[in-house]
């Protein structure tokens, strides 16, 4: 039967491996290997899995850093139907297939299908707040996390936590609070993706005490920008052990927070439109039909333009990550006195 392979890294995500069934998969550092960690913690071949009557063993090669399975080191040993193995350190879950290799496949196919038809259910007609809440939820049901919530940029150019599930007001306020502020902000500044299979393996960000105390295991952090401005953060996170983000599930949901914007734009859009036509209706009596005609045309560009570029950029600090002009060509907002972890009290605006 054929086998799948997950790696978990501390500052990236998993990486899925399908093993096949028929024959010998050498794990290692070479770019010969079937299935190469980027580690020098790994040698160059490290480990074989093969595949046989009676399930999959893993071999060691005579490592430097040695092969573990379920925490036991291992010189050659079988495989259980699902194993955790260390190679040199670099931590993978092994699961053995029940079905062909195609079913495996299949199940990428079924994953994205059922991403596409839930970015459809971002209807910007649903209204502005159904909408963040829908982003939400369907971030943590793509990404299988427990909770997550919507960093945006308000009228006034400042954040607030639009949307939630999982976490109350207190928790986000709470010291112990497990959402990494540092992960949301380094997402802010670069514009990247940011995710940890385990914060506590992560340098910059397992030192944090709101992380340790939390004791959270996996967390991502997603960018949202609509043209060349960047508007938010989708932030989501899970405490369970051995959880992690995948590259699929990164490919997800950056495509989910490409829609969101895109959605939050034209929800924004038409709720400043609907306010411009009550205004109009209020005060046009009398008015000259050639100067209405006017100053509606200049209101209506207005609006489109500060709603699909999004609020004036919040104020986040980039001075100790990239330069303030490298950070204005990629869209990223200019410096600022404090950092983001500074001011977070002060940016929990939304109470539902």
Request: aromatic share 4%.
């Amino acid at each position: 039967m054929p086998a799948r392979l997950t790696l978990q890294f501390a500052t990236a995500p998993a990486r899925e491996q399908v093993l096949p069934e028929t024959g010998e998969t050498v794990v290692g550092r070479g770019p010969e290997c079937g299935v190469v960690i980027e580690d020098d913690r790994v040698s160059r071949r490290h480990a074989v899995l093969t595949p046989g009557p009676s399930g999959w063993t893993v071999a060691d090669l005579d490592s430097k850093n040695g092969t573990l399975v379920d925490g036991v080191p291992v010189t050659t040993v079988r495989l259980g139907d699902r194993s955790w193995i260390s190679f040199g350190g670099v931590l993978a879950r092994f699961e053995a297939a029940a079905g062909p290799i195609e079913a495996l496949q299949e199940e990428r196919l079924r994953r994205l299908t059922t991403a596409l038809g839930v970015r459809r259910e971002l209807d910007p007609g649903v209204g502005l707040q159904e909408l963040l809440a829908r982003v939400v939820a369907s971030t943590l049901t793509l990404a299988n996390a427990e909770r997550g919530f919507l960093l945006l940029v308000g009228a006034d150019g400042d954040f607030e936590v639009a949307a939630r599930s999982g976490l109350s007001v207190e928790d986000l306020r709470a010291a112990e609070f497990g959402g990494s502020v540092g992960a949301v902000e380094r997402a802010l500044v670069s514009g990247r993706t940011v995710v940890s299979a385990d914060v506590r393996g992560d340098a910059d960000l397992a030192a944090r005490e709101s992380v340790v105390v939390g004791g959270i295991r996996a967390l991502l952090c997603v960018p949202i920008q609509v043209l060349d401005r960047r508007i938010g953060v989708l932030y989501a996170d899970s405490r369970q052990p051995g959880v992690a983000f995948t590259e699929l599930d990164v490919e997800i949901l950056e495509a989910l927070a490409a829609q969101a914007g895109l959605a939050i734009a034209v929800a924004r859009l038409d709720g400043e439109l609907r306010g411009l036509a009550e205004r109009i209706a209020r005060e046009s009596g009398g008015e000259d039909g050639g100067r209405l005609g006017a100053r509606l045309s200049g209101q209506i560009r207005e609006i489109l333009d500060r709603s699909l570029r999004g609020p004036a950029e919040p104020a986040i600090s980039t001075a100790s990550t990239i330069p303030a002009a490298s950070a204005a060509r990629a869209g990223a907002a200019p410096p600022a006195s404090r950092p983001l972890a500074d001011t977070w009290q002060n940016l929990l605006g939304v109470a539902s």
